[in-house]
């Protein structure tokens, strides 16, 4: 009788050359000198890679023209994914913009298998450089995230309706709809002129702001007082309303008195009005 475990262990080698392929394929698309070590010595540099000699010979008869066509093309169609996503930060970054794609690519590559996520990975791994380097403004790293919160916000699901109209009690959490997010930034980006061609220059203030969909699903932002900040901040983490505005008061060192607490609920009444809170929180 035939091992039946013969066909596995052939399926188990498929899988393994499949791997490799995978890899070199990865590998083409990110190594910075692909290109040239691979005219240099086509078979030599593809047997680095764990390739069935098969697999070797295949992929260098392709040659350099077809083989790192696949690499240009993967490259830029991350690049204007991103660029999508972030356009006033890619305009604002000129002809740096392609080196930064092109560096992040490099050294990390995206990791999520959905093609949204690229621009969220590569402000990510890029903003801690940006800082770092002084020919990028300092602003950039608030102006791309400013852009990546409308993208959220704008492409959340949809709540499910639970709580709309619920009464608001102070010792319950409210409910906000699930687009809605709050963001800090250390300049006033999102007062700079939409334009891509715009190069006005944000002020260097610290700044919160709502951000949620309003009834025809347009992206808002509501610029909040750093009190108000710190309220919603606790409330948006499921906090009781009671215990939002006094941890609020508290870590900004604000009197608890009388215009906090009817501040408070003209905040709540203005942000049900707009959608963004449907109410309170189950019991």
């Known amino acids: ?93 000129g002809d740096a913009f392609d080196a930064w794609i092109e560096r992040w690519i490099e050294a990390e590559a995206p990791r999520s298998r959905y093609f949204r996520d690229a621009a969220f990975e590569m402000v990510a791994w890029a903003a801690p450089r940006w800082a770092e380097d002084a020919a990028v403004p300092d602003f950039l790293r608030d102006l791309a995230r400013h852009e990546l919160v409308r993208f959220d916000v704008a492409a959340a699901p949809r709540g499910d309706g639970a709580n709309v109209g619920a009464e608001i009690e102070l010792d319950r959490a409210v409910h906000f709809d699930a687009a809605v997010r709050l963001v800090r930034y250390e300049h006033a980006v999102h007062r700079l002129d939409d334009d891509e061609a715009s190069r006005d220059q944000p002020a260097r203030e610290a700044t919160a702001l709502l951000v949620y969909r309003d009834d025809e699903h347009d992206v808002r932002f509501l610029e909040l007082t750093p009190l108000c900040a710190a309220i919603l901040e606790r409330l948006l983490v499921g906090e009781t309303l009671r215990a939002a505005v006094v941890g609020g008061a508290a870590a900004l060192d604000h009197p608890l008195d009388g215009a906090v607490t009817q501040s408070t609920a003209a905040v709540l009444e203005d942000l049900r009005a707009r959608g963004a809170l449907l109410g309170g929180a189950a019991p």
């Open 1 to 93: 009788m035939p091992d039946a475990t013969c066909p596995r262990h052939e399926d188990d080698g498929g899988m393994e050359r499949y791997a490799a392929l995978l890899a070199t394929m990865q590998r083409l698309v990110r190594e910075p000198d692909a290109e040239l070590a691979f005219a240099a010595d086509p078979r030599g540099f593809l047997a680095g890679f764990a390739l069935a000699a098969e697999d070797v010979e295949q992929l260098a008869a392709l040659g350099s023209p077809r083989l790192f066509l696949y690499r240009r093309h993967v490259r830029k169609t991350l690049a204007r994914g991103v660029r999508r996503q972030i356009p006033r930060t890619a305009a604002r970054l």
